[in-house]
């Protein structure tokens, strides 16, 4: 599957759905989740992510999946909007909301069994070694540069 991001809204981007994610992290390692293998993108992994609800803001969202998905909760002050990417598969347009949890604790991690089957918390290049799913490596690179306030380029 063809998969390419992008910050900035192609001109001929159509959107399907939007979803929203969280990238927890806790002294320079991630959160990452594998998912289900019954799951689309099987055995792939990924942040604590999700489709947003109707009627759904992104930040309610990405705290709804953080909590449905890693079985822990924060208050919406602790979020840290990162940006909005742009994901065009080769058969899906939509919006991916991305967000910044800080933590000075590692939380108790409760992962659904019926969503994801393990859970890591690894650095960006230890991440970057596993299969994850469609858009994840260019998402979690533009959040390293992001945290060191680098540009980029608009196609990830």
Same mark, same amino acid.
């Given at each position: 599957m063809t998969t390419k991001v992008y910050l900035y809204k192609p001109r001929d981007f159509a959107s399907q759905m939007e979803a929203a994610g969280v990238c927890c992290e806790y002294e320079g390692r991630i959160l990452l989740l594998r998912r289900h293998a019954e799951k689309i993108e099987g055995l792939t992994w990924g942040l604590p992510a999700g489709k947003l609800e109707a009627g759904e803001k992104p930040d309610e969202a990405a705290l709804r999946e953080l909590k449905e998905e890693a079985g822990f909760e924060v208050p919406k002050e602790a979020l840290k909007f990162v940006a909005p990417f742009y994901v065009r598969r080769s058969d899906l347009d939509f919006i991916f909301h991305m967000f910044f949890l800080p933590l000075a604790e590692?939380?108790?991690?409760?992962?659904?069994?019926?969503?994801?089957?393990?859970?890591?918390?690894?650095?960006?290049?230890?991440? %970057?070694? %596993?299969?994850?799913?469609s858009g994840g490596p260019e998402i979690l690179e533009y959040f390293y540069l992001w945290r060191k306030n680098l540009n980029c380029s608009n196609e990830l």
């Amino acid at each position: 599957m063809t998969t390419k991001v992008y910050l900035y809204k192609p001109r001929d981007f159509a959107s399907q759905m939007e979803a929203a994610g969280v990238c927890c992290e806790y002294e320079g390692r991630i959160l990452l989740l594998r998912r289900h293998a019954e799951k689309i993108e099987g055995l792939t992994w990924g942040l604590p992510a999700g489709k947003l609800e109707a009627g759904e803001k992104p930040d309610e969202a990405a705290l709804r999946e953080l909590k449905e998905e890693a079985g822990f909760e924060v208050p919406k002050e602790a979020l840290k909007f990162v940006a909005p990417f742009y994901v065009r598969r080769s058969d899906l347009d939509f919006i991916f909301h991305m967000f910044f949890l800080p933590l000075a604790e590692l939380p108790l991690l409760n992962i659904s069994p019926v969503e994801h089957i393990e859970s890591c918390w690894l650095t960006l290049e230890e991440g %970057l070694k %596993l299969p994850l799913i469609s858009g994840g490596p260019e998402i979690l690179e533009y959040f390293y540069l992001w945290r060191k306030n680098l540009n980029c380029s608009n196609e990830l």
